[in-house]
């Protein structure tokens, strides 16, 4: 059981040592610095249109959106166009929600058993603030970081920066003082959030119950990325220009490996090139499949228009012409109305016979 | 249904995205920028710790400088050669590095970085231009 | 039902997972759980592969020689052909937002029936056999090979789940264990591995036009039997009308509510219904017996069977030359209606775009599958004031309102019946939120799992709405509960019975029959269900003793 979080933990673990280790000790900083990560980039790019396009390439043969309010109905029942959207508009405005602000999570219910014999489904809102919170801070660390690969920086970069930074948290003891550079919300959100979602994974008897390795590893490995971050610009600190004159090489094609960056900064980089590549065959892909979930991303009138199932193939079926030929001689007697008028077989007796074993 | 045309778009405007930081720069070389030294500087070879700790940690090293100055009222800073020096951006650092300009804001403008040092410290070179 | 734990014990099931994996803990196939195996006749009849007698219970299957190659190639198709699927291979990443969503799980504590698991099941295997990742990392990477012990696994947890839907209102990617089921099921039958409470009515279904297997003279006899209790209540000989060429309105409805109580007094209510719009309007609405059955057991077996059977209703409405059809109250029928039945079976050209011609009203979001629901039908005529009706006939019931998984959560009608039910009933309370509409909890039966082999299960299931029925009933003297569904009428009255027995179960169109007031009819003196009705109950007590006499 506990196999799934140690072996995704020691991966995370061993991986910190190879890039640590590699570059630091065995100055293998052009591997690290420039070929892992472009190696990581196009694996990511090839895996992910691989992966879509696989996805497309099934074909999608039935309207089946799963309905969550009411129905277009008759004119004076309020529809819930949402919830139950009935046009394209309103399929992308639920598919907004549903990506945005995780709408269906929002959603979310514990069940407990109170007073003994009473079933009580409660409003559970943890899951949904901490997963949106570490999407959404990921996002922004993400958003950030392009600082590092653009020159001159775009202006809505460095306003993303203003705002992250713009709680100015400083510690100031005399034993301990940071918080220069200035302190991103978004880091520390994104560590924390982690943190939330790795606990309730190995600490809930449940989640531990449905928990892959595969569901372990993707969280140690950003909790190891955010954590070398936050190491890097807060506590051991690093040559920043050279960071992004690495950096700058990688996206201008003309790739350095400067030296003043330490193991860290590699494990860093190592760390985030693992996880791009990682990306296209794991579960991480729900960042793509969610746009395509046939239960969200289609319309609820499909009473209304006709959808197209391209390969609607023939089946046998049991016409009516067979089901009269069977039952015409009682469907006579009983008076219901026949196609074709009931003629009594020529051999009565052998019917006789049939009847009287009956 | 044919949805291919609609999830190519979303490939390509994903991967247009993701992919911001390689056309943004095309065509542009821009490599790190190169600290410019005054004659001062260079001739004082080294400043208050080495360069390699200087270059990382010259924000932590003044913000100490500012904590023991403004709150413990303490100037004098000796570093690990045992040299003396006043704690004082302005006085010291300035005096060398007169320079902002060339020697702190290329870096902290390529780096996208906005220390607010100049809120309160008046950037002298200004005045002797 | 002796065998049953206690309701007291089943409530307090202990829902903590085991300490050993999942995939480590290997599958108990147990008596109360798990159904019968299809009959090979049955099979036979419809042409399902591998027909032989056998039992889950039995250590030898009797499988094809290569049935870990049919498994194997049958996922592969599935794959290409269903996107859903696909994605939700996939895409999972195991939050657990669905676990205690399902009726099943919160039943029987079987941390197996938490969803997400019961998918992990195929998507094990689809890892092993489609992945790289999954084949290199063996179990590591949540992959496992197919062996009979998956197998066994999947054959007890496919039929553990009645593709409700719930989870897949809550899961943020909306991955639908309905959808895994349904696949689950398609594979399973490739090898011969069915239920016989589904693949005896598909059966029945092909040959005959319903479930029960009811030939044509003998569904006219089962109506005509309503006719005489109705003539009893209402003092009016109705005349139902089958298979009539002409006629305006194809009626289908689940063969159930012709068969079994209280089902079978929705369909008297049905039948009163048309009597008064003919009498009153003169609209001619028909019965088939060659599509006398709406629900589809054929969608609990393959989507191949789903159209084989669904393709009498076009068929039958277009041979009678119908205006279009009206679908009566039915859970999966209308989920297969909505969703599926003009994609397998249309386009229903042949038919007119559904107006009601009382009222005029253009059902607009039929427009292409030419098929009403008797909720949107009803609910129409009594917006426009064109049924008399007499809700304090209905005064002795106080109603509540379960909404079947599939027309809440595969259709949206929510409203419809709410509608109807406050216009016909003057005591009507609902459940509490989060236990209704498209969070509705499951009868625990649906999607073929109605046998009584596995009455423990159905307990468990029906658990949750069982105890929100029992608020109502502590809170607000609740005794009825009120469904659109054939199955809930056939389910929920051994779920109310174990659970909660002073509640009973209707059909919203038994109370409409309660409350019509038909032309000409006598003063009635009892309901449907030939019980007194209160109020009138004293005047008549001694008239009835007095004829009781007589007799």
């Known amino acids: ?4 979080y140690l072996y995704a933990l020691l991966a995370v673990i061993v991986l910190f040592f190879v890039a640590y280790v590699g570059a630091e000790v065995f100055g293998l900083r052009i591997i690290f610095g420039v070929l ?19 996805w497309a390439r099934s074909a999608v043969p039935f309207r089946i959106p799963t309905t969550c309010g009411q129905q277009k109905s008759l004119p004076w029942i309020q529809p819930n166009k949402i919830d139950c959207p009935n046009s394209t508009g309103a399929v992308v405005i639920r598919m907004i929600l549903e990506v945005c602000c995780f709408r269906s999570l929002f959603r979310n219910t514990k069940m407990s058993l109170e007073e003994g014999d009473k079933l009580t489904y409660r409003w559970e809102i943890w899951l949904w603030v901490f997963a949106l919170a570490f999407h959404y801070s990921f996002l922004v660390v993400i958003l950030r970081h392009f600082r590092l690969f653009t020159e001159p920086v775009p ?5 993303l920066e203003k705002v992250d930074g713009f709680f100015r948290i400083e510690v100031l003891y005399d034993t301990i003082q940071t918080g220069l550079p200035g302190v991103f919300l978004s880091g520390l959100v994104l560590l924390a959030a982690v943190t939330f979602l790795l606990l309730r994974r190995i600490l809930l008897p449940q989640m531990r119950y449905i928990s892959l390795a595969a569901d372990y590893f993707p969280l140690f490995l950003i909790f190891g990325i955010a954590f070398t971050g936050i190491l890097m610009r807060y506590f051991t600190k690093i040559d920043v220009t050279a960071a992004k004159s690495l950096a700058m090489g990688l996206v201008t094609f003309h790739p350095t490996a400067p030296k003043g960056i330490g193991g860290i900064f590699y494990a860093h980089l190592f760390f985030v090139s693992i996880l791009l590549a990682y990306f296209p065959f794991s579960k991480l892909m729900h960042f793509a499949g969610v746009f395509l979930s046939p239960t969200r991303n289609l319309t609820t009138n499909t009473r209304e228009k006709r959808h197209e199932n391209p390969w609607n193939y023939p089946v046998p079926v049991h016409t009516y012409d067979e089901y009269e030929d069977e039952f015409r001689e009682k469907m006579v007697e009983a008076g219901l109305p026949v196609d074709k008028p009931f003629e009594k077989p020529p051999e009565t007796l052998s019917d006789e016979k049939a009847d009287s074993s009956a | 249904m044919n949805d291919k045309k609609w999830i190519i778009a979303g490939i390509v405007v994903f991967l247009a995205i993701f992919a911001f930081p390689f056309w943004y720069n095309m065509g542009k070389a821009a490599p790190a920028p190169e600290v410019k030294l005054t004659e001062k500087a260079k001739a004082a070879k080294q ?23 403004v709150r413990n009222a303490e100037r004098e800073f000796v570093n690990t050669e045992g040299k003396t020096f006043n704690m004082s951006l302005s006085n010291t650092c300035m005096d060398c590095h007169a320079n902002k300009a060339d020697f702190c804001d290329k870096c902290h403008d390529y780096a996208s970085v906005d220390p607010y040092c100049w809120d309160c410290h008046l950037d002298r070179s200004k005045e002797n231009e | 039902m002796s065998d049953l734990p206690k309701p007291e014990e089943m409530l307090k099931t202990d829902r903590r997972p085991s300490a050993t994996g999942w995939m480590d803990t290997p599958v108990e196939i147990k008596k109360g759980i798990a159904c019968y195996a299809g009959n090979p006749k049955s099979l036979e009849y419809v042409g399902l592969p591998n027909p032989r007698t056998w039992s889950c219970f039995d250590e030898d299957w009797q499988l094809p020689e290569n049935w870990q190659e049919i498994i194997h190639e049958g996922l592969k198709e599935r794959l290409e052909r269903f996107r859903s699927f696909k994605i939700f291979m996939d895409i999972c990443v195991r939050c657990g937002a669905c676990a205690d969503k399902c009726h099943f799980f919160i039943g029987t504590g079987d941390p197996k029936n938490m969803p997400v698991i019961r998918a992990e099941l195929i998507r094990s295997v689809y890892r092993n056999d489609f992945t790289k990742a999954g084949k290199i990392l063996g179990s590591l990477g949540g992959g496992r090979k197919m062996t009979m012990d998956v197998l066994k696994e999947w054959w ?13 209102v809550f899961c943020p990617y909306g991955i639908d264990t309905a959808e895994i089921t349904i696949m689950g099921r398609e594979l399973l039958n490739l090898i011969g591995l069915n239920i016989d409470w589904i693949a005896t009515p598909v059966a029945n279904c092909y040959r005959t036009g319903n479930h029960l297997g009811i030939q044509p003279h003998a569904f006219k006899d ?31 409805t689940p063969s159930g509510d012709v068969f079994a109580d209280p089902g079978t007094y929705t369909t008297m209510g049905y039948l009163m219904l048309f009597h008064f719009l003919k009498e009153k309007y003169g609209l001619d609405v028909t019965w088939s017996t060659y599509a006398s059955e709406g629900g589809n057991f054929g969608f609990f077996t393959s989507h191949e069977m789903m159209k084989r059977l669904n393709s009498k209703m076009y068929a039958e409405a277009k041979r009678l030359g119908v205006k279009w059809i009206l679908g009566g109250e039915c859970g999966h029928m209308w989920r297969v209606i909505h969703q599926y ?52 006939r209905n005064d002795h019931l106080r109603v ?27 005591n009507f309370y609902e459940m509490p939120a989060n236990t209704i509409r498209e969070q509705t909890f499951c009868c625990g039966s649906g999607a073929g799992l109605n046998a009584g082999e596995n009455m423990e299960l159905r307990m468990a299931g029906g658990m949750p709405r069982a105890n929100a029925v029992k608020y109502v009933h502590e809170k607000y003297g609740v005794n009825m509960l009120a469904c659109i569904c054939a199955i809930d009428r056939a389910a929920l009255p051994a779920m109310t019975e174990y659970w909660i027995p002073e509640v009973d179960v209707t059909g919203v169109h038994e109370m409409v029959g309660n409350a019509l007031i038909l032309p000409g009819e006598q003063k009635r003196e009892t309901d449907l269900r030939l019980e007194p009705l209160p109020g009138v109950e004293a005047e008549t007590e001694d008239e009835a003793k007095e004829e009781e006499a007589d007799e």
């Open chain 2, 47 to 69: 400043c208050v710790m080495p360069t390699e700790y200087m270059r990382a940690e010259h924000m932590q090293l003044l913000d100490v400088w500012r904590h023991n100055v």
């Open chain 3, 222 to 252: 089962m109506i005509d039997f309503f006719v005489d209790d109705i003539e009893e209540v209402t003092g009016l000989k109705l005349e139902p009308q089958f298979n009539k060429k002409g006629a305006d309105i194809l009626f289908i």
């Open chain 1, 36 to 54: 892992i990560p472009y190696l990581a980039v196009i694996v990511f790019i090839a895996g992910f249109i691989y992966k879509v396009m696989g």
């Open chain 1, 1 to 4: 059981m506990n196999k799934h």
């Open chain 3, 400 to 426: 509540t309102f379960h909404d079947s998984c599939n027309p809440a959560r595969g259709m949206g009608l929510l409203d419809e019946p709410r509608y109807v039910i406050n216009k016909v009933c003057n």
């Open chain 1, 155 to 159: 202006f809505f970069i460095q306003l």
């Open chain 3, 156 to 168: 007890s947890y496919f039929f553990q789940c009645t593709e409700c839907r719930r989870c897949s």
């Open chain 3, 341 to 392: 039945m003009d994609t397998m079976n249309g386009p229903a050209d042949f038919l007119e775009e559904p107006v009601n011609p009382i009222t005029g009203t253009k059902f607009e979001n039929a427009r292409s599958t030419k098929m009403v629901h008797i909720a949107e039908f009803t609910a129409d005529l009594i917006k426009h004031g064109k049924l008399d009706l007499d809700p304090s």
